[in-house]
Structures are given as structure tokens and as C-alpha cells.
């Protein structure tokens, strides 16, 4: 069963998602301590994190960072709408993901789902689609046996498309994603689609099937067949 660790301040909060995610099927340990959650975070075992950053004792960073120690467990931060700051400070401290209080239930439980299977999917050194191979450790990219030369931020966009096989990738993931950006702008969604185009030139122009599809209006979709 995936486990999840739930470091919020708020105790109506804490309750809430301690509950609702218990009814959605995973194990939960919860805590409004953050000296309580470091101590969790450092000698427990956990699928995903989802923690505050405004926590009495220890910080949410703090907790962020006996995470990272211990691996690649993905991080969900929870932040107030007007902490763009902190946001940023999280992503640059290791965090994988940030929901904006207040929030909708069924989006932080989508988000725990794909942070979820992020986690399983990392446990493997090489990602696969039809065949095209990304291997993690070398960080090397072939297709049908051929190596596809890539610079290091094509090949972490296609690692990350990848990793989210059969989901669409709003422009909004890959500017807090990969662009560390708190904020889309017009300006990072060309380059953006430049970086898109380069790959698909890359990944598709001599292959079959084409694996990089856009989805007009949303993003970009990794997939063997057009959306």
C-alpha cells in the first residue's frame, strides 16, 4: 500500500486530508508538529510527502531537506497564494510539486496520484516508448538502437514527458517543472515551444510512429498514437 506523510500546521486541515486520503486507499501518517514530521520524514519509510512550509519546530524546508537525504521520494509543498517566494524557494530545495492554499481535495489527490507513480517509475534506471529508451543513469536517449544526441534541457523535457507517459504536460508543469518559473509568461511558452520543436525534431523527424503530440489549447502529450 502507498504510504503518505502529511505535515500541515493547520489541524482541520491535517484531518482532512488525513481522512480523505485514508478513503482513497493509502496508508497516512499525519502531524501538525514540524519537529515531529522532520523526525517522520528522516527514520520512516514514504511514497510521497505532503507538507506545509509554515510549521512549528521544524520548517517545511527543513523537512524537505531530510527528505532529499534520504532519496528521490516525491514532495508535494502546500504554500498561501500570495507566497510566490516560498514556492520558489521550495522547487530550488528539491520539492516536486506545489498546490496553492486553499485547494480542492480532488486536485491535491490527483497530484499525490501522479507524484505517486513518479515515484514508482523512478525506482527504474530506463523509461520506455515504443522505442525510444531513456536511461536515467547515463542519461543517454536512443530510438530504434540509434543515440539521439540531446543538450542537458531537451533531455530533461523529454525525460519528463516521458516520465509522464499518456498525460497530458500543461505549459504551466514545464515552467514550474523545468523552468523553475513560479509564473507562466508569453515569453517562456515561446521558448518553450522551441525546446518542443527541437525535440519532435530530434525524437520524430526520421521515426514512426510520431511519440510528441500537442494538444491544442493545453500542452503536449507523450503517446504512440495522436490524441
Known amino acids: 500500500m502507498t504510504r503518505i506523510l ?30 515531529q514530521g522532520y523526525e517522520l520524514a528522516r527514520d520512516a519509510n514514504f511514497d510521497v510527502a505532503v507538507l506545509d512550509l509554515m510549521l512549528p ?15 528521490a521520494m516525491p514532495v508535494l509543498l502546500l504554500t498561501a497564494r500570495d507566497a510566490i517566494e516560498d514556492r520558489v524557494l521550495g522547487l530550488d530545495a528539491g520539492a516536486d510539486d506545489y498546490l496553492v492554499k486553499p485547494f480542492a481535495f480532488a486536485e491535491l489527490l490527483a497530484r499525490v496520484r501522479a507524484l505517486a507513480r513518479r515515484g ?18 547515463t542519461h543517454s536517449v536512443t530510438r530504434a538502437g540509434q543515440a539521439i544526441e540531446l543538450t542537458a534541457r ?28 513560479p509564473v507562466r509568461a508569453t515569453s517562456l511558452d515561446n521558448v518553450i515551444d ?8 530530434k525524437i520524430d523527424h526520421v521515426h514512426a510512429p510520431r511519440l510528441i503530440h500537442t494538444v491544442r489549447g493545453v500542452g503536449f502529450i507523450v503517446q504512440e498514437r495522436a490524441p
Do not use: F, N
Not at 14 to 30: C, F, I, K, N
Not at 194 to 201: E, G, M, S
Open 6 to 35: 502529511v505535515v500541515e500546521d493547520e489541524a482541520k486541515v491535517a484531518r482532512a486530508l488525513h481522512e480523505g486520503l485514508t478513503a482513497a486507499g493509502y496508508e497516512v501518517a499525519s502531524t501538525t508538529d514540524g519537529t
Open 57 to 71: 519546530g521544524r520548517s517545511g524546508l527543513e523537512i524537505l531537506a531530510a527528505v532529499r537525504a534520504r532519496g
Open 120 to 137: 514508482r517509475v523512478d525506482a527504474s534506471p530506463q523509461r520506455v516508448v515504443a522505442d525510444l529508451v531513456i536511461d536515467a543513469r
Open 154 to 181: 531537451e533531455y530533461e523535457l523529454l525525460e519528463y514527458l516521458v516520465q509522464h507517459k499518456g498525460e497530458v504536460v500543461s505549459r504551466e508543469m514545464l515552467t514550474r517543472d523545468i523552468w523553475r518559473q
Open 194 to 201: 522551441v525546446h518542443i520543436a527541437r525535440l519532435r525534431k
